[in-house]
């Protein structure tokens, strides 16, 4: 990896500190647009417009626009067209000489659910007390304003990569990310591995995932027959019947919080994997027995295990617990619908992990790396661009709950750091 000197590094962490007014506003602007599923649009009109000042080629990656993507084994369907719903993808060619580098952030955002409870405009974008305020500040249209900035800091101090830098910007990581980063990571700048490593600004609290779980929602039906609650016996309680099988799944994930273990997870959380009865409905009417009762689940599985396991899994547990002889001829079903991400995990001794640590440490600072319990973007480079991919951001602030915040100073940190990596990864040469 390159080294810095130190006239160089002093001279890109300035025009930082000179860059965050514009920065934060541009954070701001971005928060404004309430990008929730489906509303991409505004908001991947003001990065456009920053990336073009930066005399950047802005292309537009539609998932529309990638072969067979709707085939893919991970792709599901959000309901939402993706008409004038496109990625946004931008290269910097460096000399030639040195490690290729994708920045990739998400611009959607959750829904902010019930205003009243917030104590601010949920979309204001202000700065007050040093912290941007507003939904999505953290998560993570923070971190994307300070991916573009460490490239404008770059300019502005002069400094020209090595190797090439791309920017992408993408569209429904919230619901899954099929039509954002799976998109680009088959057809954009790091398909088939042609870059050598993508960066995720993720509010990671300056630490990095470099693996997370598989996630998997299933749903179980259990059929009844109705009757009138006057005469419940004529009747079979769809209800009832599914409870021996919520209890064999609730006994199915407390077995595997004790039997299945990944370090990098278990340094930081409870357990490695999990299994959420999230939803239960049976009957329409008090006054009549139901006849039909489903169960709604997510469950995860270990970057060691395989989605067709875990499924197998689910399915024989349902299967053992349905040992009632109504079932010999109403068996339950088991659908799996939904979201269906893989899981995805790179060595510690990744080149770029260690990368972002020197970095890290030369601004007194560290940066552990770690396994995240849930569906995030850097599988689909690792598991199907064959690139090494992780996320690093800055701190999570109230992210998805009222009142999200990014404070001013973590932005300006973590815009550095980029800055830096770029530098450190790539390879760079002063402008003459």
Same mark, same amino acid.
């Given at each position: 990896?390159?080294?810095?000197d130190?006239?160089?590094r002093?001279?890109?962490l300035?025009?930082?500190?000179?860059?965050?007014p514009?920065?934060?506003?541009?954070?701001?602007d971005?928060?404004?647009?309430?990008?929730?599923?489906? /509303?991409?649009? +505004?908001?991947?009109a003001?990065?456009?417009?920053r @990336?073009e =000042? %930066? &005399?950047?080629?802005?292309r537009? !990656?539609n998932?529309?626009?990638?072969?067979?993507i709707?085939?893919?084994?991970?792709f599901?369907d959000?309901?939402?067209?993706?008409?004038s719903?496109?990625?946004?993808?931008?290269e910097?060619?460096?000399?030639g000489?040195?490690r290729?580098?994708?920045?990739?952030?998400?611009v959607?955002?959750?829904?902010?659910?019930d205003?009243?409870k917030?104590?601010?405009d949920?979309?204001?974008?202000?700065?007050e007390?040093?912290?941007?305020?507003g939904?999505?500040?953290? /998560?993570?249209? +923070?971190?994307?304003?300070?991916?573009?900035?460490a @490239?404008? =800091? %770059? &300019?502005?101090?002069?400094?020209? !990569?090595?190797?090439d830098?791309?920017?992408e910007?993408?569209?429904?990581e919230?619901?899954?990310?099929f039509?954002?980063?799976l998109a680009?990571a088959?057809a954009?700048?790091a398909?088939?591995?042609a870059y050598?490593?993508?960066?995720?600004p993720?509010?990671?609290?300056?630490?990095m995932?470099?693996?997370?779980d598989?996630?998997?929602?299933?749903?179980?039906?259990?059929?009844g027959?109705s009757?009138?609650a006057?005469r419940?016996?004529?009747?079979?309680?769809a209800a009832a019947k599914l409870?021996?099988?919520?209890?064999?799944?609730?006994?199915?994930?407390?077995e595997?919080k004790?039997?299945?273990?990944?370090?990098?997870?278990?340094?930081?959380?409870?357990?490695?994997?999990?299994?959420?009865?999230?939803?239960?409905h049976?009957?329409e009417?008090?006054?009549?027995?139901?006849?039909?009762?489903?169960?709604e689940?997510?469950?995860s599985?270990?970057?060691?295990e395989?989605r067709?396991?875990i499924h197998t899994?689910?399915?024989?547990?349902?299967?053992?617990a349905?040992d009632?002889p109504?079932?010999?001829?109403?068996?339950?079903?088991?659908e799996?619908?939904?979201?269906?991400g893989?899981s995805?995990?790179?060595?510690t001794?990744?080149?770029i992990?260690?990368?972002?640590?020197?970095?890290?440490?030369?601004?007194n600072?560290?940066s552990?790396?770690?396994?995240?319990?849930?569906?995030?973007?850097s599988?689909?480079?690792?598991n199907?661009?064959?690139?090494?991919a992780?996320?690093?951001?800055?701190?999570?602030?109230?992210?998805?709950?009222?009142?999200?915040?990014l404070?001013v100073?973590?932005?300006?940190?973590?815009t550095?750091a980029?800055?830096?990596l770029a530098?450190e990864?790539?390879?760079?040469?002063?402008?003459?």
């Amino acid at each position: 990896m390159t080294s810095i000197d130190d006239t160089d590094r002093e001279n890109v962490l300035t025009a930082v500190e000179e860059l965050l007014p514009e920065l934060q506003e541009f954070v701001g602007d971005l928060v404004a647009e309430r990008s929730v599923l489906g /509303d991409e649009a +505004g908001a991947q009109a003001v990065v456009r417009d920053r @990336l073009e =000042a %930066l &005399d950047l080629s802005v292309r537009e !990656l539609n998932a529309d626009d990638v072969d067979g993507i709707r085939d893919h084994p991970e792709f599901s369907d959000t309901g939402h067209s993706y008409e004038s719903r496109s990625n946004l993808v931008a290269e910097r060619s460096g000399t030639g000489e040195g490690r290729s580098l994708v920045f990739n952030g998400h611009v959607d955002v959750v829904p902010e659910n019930d205003r009243e409870k917030w104590s601010f405009d949920p979309f204001s974008g202000a700065v007050e007390d040093g912290r941007i305020l507003g939904r999505g500040a953290s /998560d993570m249209k +923070g971190g994307v304003g300070a991916m573009i900035f460490a @490239l404008a =800091a %770059l &300019d502005r101090a002069g400094v020209t !990569l090595q190797g090439d830098l791309a920017i992408e910007t993408v569209i429904e990581e919230e619901a899954g990310g099929f039509g954002g980063s799976l998109a680009t990571a088959l057809a954009g700048p790091a398909a088939g591995g042609a870059y050598d490593a993508v960066v995720i600004p993720e509010p990671t609290d300056f630490d990095m995932w470099i693996a997370n779980d598989g996630v998997s929602y299933f749903r179980v039906t259990v059929e009844g027959k109705s009757a009138h609650a006057a005469r419940t016996d004529d009747g079979v309680n769809a209800a009832a019947k599914l409870y021996p099988i919520f209890q064999a799944l609730s006994e199915l994930h407390d077995e595997r919080k004790t039997s299945v273990h990944d370090p990098l997870f278990e340094q930081w959380y409870d357990q490695t994997v999990s299994l959420n009865l999230g939803s239960i409905h049976a009957g329409e009417w008090p006054s009549s027995v139901p006849d039909e009762a489903t169960l709604e689940a997510r469950i995860s599985h270990a970057p060691a295990e395989t989605r067709e396991h875990i499924h197998t899994v689910v399915e024989e547990t349902v299967r053992e617990a349905a040992d009632d002889p109504w079932f010999d001829e109403h068996p339950p079903t088991v659908e799996w619908f939904g979201w269906r991400g893989s899981s995805a995990k790179i060595s510690t001794d990744e080149p770029i992990i260690h990368a972002v640590q020197d970095v890290m440490g030369t601004m007194n600072g560290e940066s552990q790396p770690k396994g995240f319990p849930g569906g995030i973007d850097s599988r689909f480079f690792v598991n199907y661009a064959d690139t090494p991919a992780i996320c690093f951001g800055p701190g999570a602030h109230n992210i998805h709950g009222t009142d999200e915040f990014l404070p001013v100073d973590e932005l300006e940190r973590i815009t550095k750091a980029y800055a830096l990596l770029a530098m450190e990864w790539c390879g760079y040469e002063e402008d003459e």
